[in-house]
C-alpha cells in the first residue's frame, strides 16, 4: 500500500495532469453503478521481446527518424476515397507509400479476380485445423496479391444472441473452438505477409443500438471479470499468442466506456495483460473523442473521419486533416499537452513493427487494390473452397439412410425453392449483398466479398445428374409461393431436394425488416410452408438449408417425409459444387458429412439464454450479460433445456465408436512449475515498467513490486483459496448485481508490468493429455470429430462442461486408430477475479469424450 502513496502524491500535487493521464470513469445510469470500466493509464508503451524483438527495434529506430506530421500521418486515414477501405496516409520524404487496409473476413472485398470463400462459420463448421488454416493461408495470398497491407479479418465475436446479424462472420458460440479457429486463420494469413486483423474488440454481440458514425444510442455490453476473461477474451488472447499484428476496436461500449478508447481493455487487458506488440485500430468511424482514445491506447483512426459523410477536407494529407478526430487536431493534443508525443511514437512503432515482422518493406507488392487491379489472385482457390463447403456441411437428420442419394435410382427429381437458383439480379446483384435472392452463400455487409460466380445449387445437381443418366427428369420451381408448381413436380418425384435459407448482416442494411440483426429465427420467404407442401406428397423429401446461424424447425424437422436436413451454412462460390460431393457422394471429390454445428439449434427462441435488444431510448442502451459464461450448450446443460440438435452435432454415412480413454499427466514436475510460473508472472516482466515515460516510471514500477511479492509469496494460497472468491462472482453474475470484482472505485492508476504474449506464457503449456481409441464401425470410410469436454471441481462457478480439445480423424471401414488430445494449464484453468490471474481449481475434474456435445461414450477424472 505505502508503495503506491508517492504515485498518488505525484497526482495530487498536478491535478490537471493527474486528470489528464488518469481520467475519471464513464459514468453509469441509476442501477448499474457496479458497470463502470476504470481508467487504466498509462499507455504501456510496446515491449519487443522474442520474436517481435527485431521487429520493434527496427521500427523505434525507423520512427525515431520521422517528423511529428509524418508520425501523425501513419495514425490517421485518408478517407475512404483511398485506394483501399482504409488507408493510412504516406511519408513521400522516405517514399513510403501508407498502408491499405482492406476487408473482410472471407475474402478480398470490393475487388475482382478474388474467390469468395466459405463464411467464417463454415469454417469452424469443419472442426479442421487444417482446412482453416489452409482457408486463412489462400485468403492471405489474394490479400497480398490485391496489394493489401493489413486483412481485416478473422472475426471473432461470441454469438450470444443466435439472431445476431454478424455471428456468421465468426466461429460461433464457444470460446475455444473460437480460439483454435482464429488462431489457425491468423496463421494462415500471416504466412503471406500479411497482417491478420482480431475484431471485434470485444463483445460487439449485436446490430442494434452497436454505435459508430456519430450513432445517437451505443449500447453497453456489461460483462463480469470472470466470464469477460473465460468467454469473450479467450480467443483474442489465442490471436495475440499466435503474433496477430492488428486488432481492431469495436463500436459498442463495454461498462459504459466505448471499446476505442477504454483503457482498461485497450491498456490494461490487450497492451499489459495480453503484452500485445502490433497496433489496435478503430473500427470505422467508431471514435466518439480524440484525446481519450489515444490515452486508453489506441494506435489507429480509421478511416480517418468523423463519421460517413463527413470527410476530411483536405483528404491528401491526414497530417492536415481537420474533420477527423485525429490528422492536424492530434498535433494540437500533443503541442497543448493532452497527449505525449511518446504516445504517438508509441501507435507508429506499433504499427511499423507489424509491418516489419510480416517482411512488408521487401518484395510486398504495390500498395492497394487499385494498383492490383486486373492481377487474378484466384489461383486454383476454388478446389479448397469446394472442399470446405462439403467438409462444413451438417448432416442433421437421414432416416433409413436416405442420403447419399444414387442418380440410379432417381429417374424423377423435384428441385424447389428459390434458394437452389441463381440471384435473379446476378451473384453480386445486391451490393454487399444486402438482398435474400437466390441461393444463399454469404450474409451482408462488410464481411463480403464479391463472387468471381456462385455455382449454384440447381445447375450443380442438373449437371451432376445429367453426366450419369441424361433422360433423368428435373421439375424445378424456384418460385417459394407457387405452391401448386410445387406439388405438382413434388407428387411425381421419387425425390425431392427443397432449398431453404434465412439471412442477416450488419446492420448499415436494412433487409426486408431485418436492420442488420434477424427479427425471427425462423426461415425466410415462406421456408416452413414449402417444405409442408413438398412434404405432404413426397416420401423422400430432403431439406438443404442455407442459413446464418440456427433456425427452428420445430414445425416440420420431424415429419415423417422428411427423410434428410443437411445444414450447409455460408459455403461461397462453389456452394453448388460442395452440396453434390455431400448429396451424392459419388464423383471424385465424394465427401462423407463430417461437419458439426458450431452452436445450439434450439426448439424455441426463447430456449437460448439472451436474445437482441431491439427497442430502446436510452442513450447507451444497458446489455447485461446476465447468463454470465452460460451461453449455447452451456445454459441448455446447466438449465436441462432439451435442443433440437446441440452445438458439436453432425451425423455421418457410416458410425463410430470409442474405447478406452486415459488421461496422463505430460510432466508431473512441470504442472507445479508451471503454475507457479504463471502466478508470478509479473515477476519476469518487471523491466517492462523502466521503459515507461520518465514521468510515470516510478509510480508504475513500486506497484508492480508489491504484486511480484504478494504473489511469489502467496501463490499456493490463492490456488487454494480462489474456490470461495470465485463463488462468488458467479452468483453475482447471475443476479446482475456484482461489487466483488473490486475493480469498480475510480479512478484508478494501477498500470501493471507488460505480460507475456497473450497471458503467461507457462499458460499455454501442456499439462495433460487424453487418449482414447475411435473406430469407424459402419460401412464407408469417414471422419469422425472427437470432442473433449472437461468439468471443472464444484465451487469454482463453472458451467457444467466446456469444450476443450476435438480432433478430426479420417478412418477406412473398420479401421480403429488412437487419438491423443492435449490439456494446456489454460484449458484447466479458470480465471480468478481475486488475483487476477489464471488459477488451476483444487479438486477432481471429469473428462468426457465423444462425437457431440450431448454424445459422450467416455468418462474419466483426475485430480489437480
Ligand atoms: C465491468 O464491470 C464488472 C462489474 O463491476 C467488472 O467485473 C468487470 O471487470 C468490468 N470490466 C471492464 C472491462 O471494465
Ligand atoms: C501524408 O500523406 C499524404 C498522402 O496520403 C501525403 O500527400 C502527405 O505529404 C503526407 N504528409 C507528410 C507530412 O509526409
Ligand atoms: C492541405 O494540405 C496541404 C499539404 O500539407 C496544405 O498545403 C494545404 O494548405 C492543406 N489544405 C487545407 C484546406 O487545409
Ligand atoms: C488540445 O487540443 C485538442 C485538439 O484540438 C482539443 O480537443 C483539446 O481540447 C485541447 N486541450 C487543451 C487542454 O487545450
Ligand atoms: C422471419 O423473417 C423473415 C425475413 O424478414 C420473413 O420472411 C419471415 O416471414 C419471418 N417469419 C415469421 C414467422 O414472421
Ligand atoms: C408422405 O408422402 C406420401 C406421398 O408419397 C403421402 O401420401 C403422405 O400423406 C405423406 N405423409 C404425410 C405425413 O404428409
Ligand atoms: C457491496 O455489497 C455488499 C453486500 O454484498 C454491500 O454491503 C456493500 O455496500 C456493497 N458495496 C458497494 C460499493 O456497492
Known amino acids: 500500500m505505502s508503495s503506491k502513496t508517492p504515485w498518488l502524491t505525484l497526482l495530487l500535487a498536478l491535478p490537471a495532469l493527474a486528470n489528464v493521464i488518469t481520467g475519471v470513469p464513464d459514468p453509469a445510469p441509476p442501477g448499474f453503478e457496479q458497470w463502470v470500466s476504470p481508467v487504466i493509464t498509462p499507455a504501456p508503451p510496446v515491449v519487443g521481446t522474442g520474436d517481435w524483438a527485431s521487429a520493434v527495434a527496427r521500427a523505434r529506430k525507423f520512427v525515431a527518424g520521422l517528423t511529428l506530421e509524418e508520425k501523425i500521418n501513419v495514425t490517421t486515414g485518408i478517407d475512404i476515397v483511398g485506394p483501399c477501405v482504409g488507408n493510412t496516409g504516406a511519408i513521400p520524404r522516405l517514399g513510403w507509400d501508407g498502408l491499405c487496409l482492406q476487408d473482410s473476413p472471407l475474402g478480398v472485398r470490393i475487388a475482382d479476380l478474388v474467390s469468395a470463400f466459405p463464411a467464417g462459420i463454415n469454417a469452424a463448421a469443419t472442426w479442421d485445423v487444417d482446412l482453416i488454416e489452409a482457408r486463412g493461408r489462400a485468403m492471405g495470398a489474394e490479400f497480398r496479391g490485391k496489394g493489401v497491407n493489413v486483412a481485416l479479418g478473422p472475426m471473432t465475436n461470441m454469438g450470444r444472441q443466435a439472431a445476431a446479424g454478424r455471428n456468421w462472420e465468426g466461429f460461433g458460440a464457444d470460446p475455444f473452438l473460437s480460439g483454435v479457429a482464429t488462431v489457425a486463420t491468423i496463421n494462415g494469413i500471416q504466412k503471406n505477409g500479411v497482417v491478420a486483423t482480431v475484431k471485434h474488440f470485444i463483445a460487439n454481440e449485436q446490430e442494434h443500438f452497436r454505435g459508430g458514425s456519430e450513432a445517437s444510442q451505443i449500447y453497453s455490453s456489461n460483462i463480469d471479470d470472470k466470464t469477460f476473461h ?104 500533443v503541442r497543448n499537452g493532452s497527449v505525449p508525443e511518446a504516445r504517438v511514437d508509441d501507435m507508429v512503432i506499433r504499427t511499423f513493427a507489424a509491418y516489419y515482422k510480416m517482411g512488408q518493406d521487401k518484395g510486398f507488392p504495390p500498395m492497394g487494390i487499385r494498383a492490383n487491379a486486373n492481377v487474378n489472385v484466384q489461383a486454383d482457390h476454388f478446389k479448397l473452397i469446394r472442399k470446405i463447403g462439403a467438409a462444413s456441411t451438417v448432416l442433421l437428420k437421414n432416416t433409413g439412410n436416405a442420403l447419399p442419394l444414387r442418380v440410379k435410382n432417381l429417374k424423377r427429381i423435384a428441385i424447389v425453392g428459390s434458394d437452389a437458383g441463381p440471384n435473379p439480379d446476378g451473384a453480386n446483384g445486391c451490393g454487399d449483398r444486402g438482398c435474400d435472392q437466390g441461393t444463399l452463400a454469404m450474409g451482408w455487409g462488410s464481411g463480403t466479398a464479391n463472387f468471381p460466380y456462385l455455382v449454384d445449387p440447381l445447375s450443380a445437381i442438373s449437371t451432376h445428374i445429367e453426366s450419369i443418366d441424361p433422360t433423368a427428369t428435373i421439375g424445378a420451381v424456384l418460385n417459394d409461393f407457387n405452391l401448386n408448381a410445387v406439388r405438382t413436380v413434388a407428387s411425381t418425384a421419387d425425390a425431392c431436394l427443397v432449398f431453404v435459407n434465412a439471412d442477416s448482416g450488419e446492420g448499415y442494411i436494412t433487409v426486408g425488416d431485418n436492420k442488420g440483426d434477424r427479427t425471427n429465427i425462423t426461415l425466410w420467404h415462406g421456408g416452413e410452408a414449402l417444405i409442408g407442401a413438398t412434404a405432404a406428397v413426397c416420401a423422400n423429401t430432403v431439406v438443404v438449408q442455407h442459413t446464418v446461424g440456427p433456425v427452428t424447425m420445430e414445425g416440420w424437422i420431424d415429419h415423417p417425409n422428411v427423410t434428410a436436413v443437411l445444414h450447409a451454412g455460408l ?242 471401414r473398420g479401421q480403429s486408430k488412437t487419438v491423443t488430445i492435449p490439456l494446456r494449464v489454460k484449458d484447466v484453468s479458470v480465471w480468478d477475479v481475486v488475483s487476477q490471474k489464471w488459477v488451476v481449481p483444487k479438486g477432481t475434474f471429469t473428462v468426457q469424450v465423444g462425437g457431440s456435445s450431448r454424445v459422450l461414450p467416455l468418462t474419466g477424472t483426475f485430480t489437480m
Open 230 to 333: 473465460e468467454l469473450y477474451l479467450w480467443p483474442f488472447a489465442e490471436a495475440v499468442r499466435a503474433g496477430v499484428g492488428a486488432v481492431m476496436c469495436a463500436y459498442n461500449k463495454i461498462n459504459q466506456t466505448q471499446a476505442c478508447q477504454n483503457s482498461k481493455i485497450i491498456n490494461g487487458v490487450l497492451k499489459e495483460e495480453l503484452g500485445f506488440m502490433g497496433f489496435i485500430m478503430s473500427d470505422w468511424a467508431a471514435m466518439i473523442d480524440g484525446v481519450q482514445p489515444a490515452l486508453a491506447g489506441l494506435d489507429m483512426n480509421m478511416p480517418g473521419f468523423f463519421a460517413y459523410g463527413r470527410g476530411p477536407q483536405n483528404e491528401t494529407d491526414p497530417a492536415n486533416a481537420v474533420n477527423g478526430w485525429w490528422g492536424a487536431h492530434l498535433g494540437e493534443m
Open 571 to 812: 459455403p461461397g462460390q462453389e456452394s453448388g459444387n460442395a452440396l453434390v460431393d455431400v448429396l451424392f457422394a459419388d464423383g471424385p471429390q465424394a465427401t462423407n458429412p463430417s461437419g458439426r454445428l458450431p452452436y445450439t439449434i434450439a426448439k424455441a427462441r426463447g430456449d437460448y439464454p439472451a436474445d437482441i435488444l431491439y427497442v430502446s431510448g436510452d442513450g447507451t442502451p444497458q446489455l447485461t450479460y446476465d447468463e454470465g459464461l452460460g451461453i449455447d450448450y452451456r445454459w441448455f446443460d446447466s438449465k436441462n433445456i432439451a435442443p433440437r440438435f446441440e452445438f458439436g452435432f453432425g451425423l455421418s454415412y457410416t458410425t463410430f465408436g470409442y474405447s478406452g480413454l486415459t488421461t496422463t499427466k505430460t510432466h508431473h514436475r512441470r504442472e507445479a512449475d508451471a503454475i507457479a510460473k504463471a502466478s508470478s508472472t509479473t515477476a519476469t516482466s518487471t523491466t517492462a515498467s523502466s521503459t515507461k515515460t520518465s514521468s510515470t516510471a516510478s509510480g508504475s514500477a513500486a506497484p508492480s513490486t508489491q504484486s511480484v511479492e504478494s504473489s511469489l509469496s502467496a501463490s499456493d494460497s490463492v490456488i487454494a483459496a480462489s474456490a470461495s472468491t470465485t463463488v462468488a462472482v458467479s452468483s453475482l453474475s447471475a443476479s446482475a448485481s456484482a461489487n466483488a470484482t473490486g475493480t469498480v472505485s475510480a479512478p484508478s492508476a494501477g498500470s501493471t508490468p507488460v505480460g507475456e504474449l497473450g497471458g503467461p506464457a507457462a499458460l499455454y503449456e501442456p499439462i495433460l493429455s487424453v487418449s482414447f481409441r475411435v473406430q469407424n464401425t459402419g460401412h464407408v470410410a469417414g471422419s469422425e470429430v472427437s470432442q473433449l469436454y472437461l468439468s471443472f471441481p464444484e465451487g469454482y462457478g463453472e458451467p457444467p462442461k466446456v469444450l476443450r480439445g476435438f480432433a478430426r480423424t479420417l478412418l477406412q
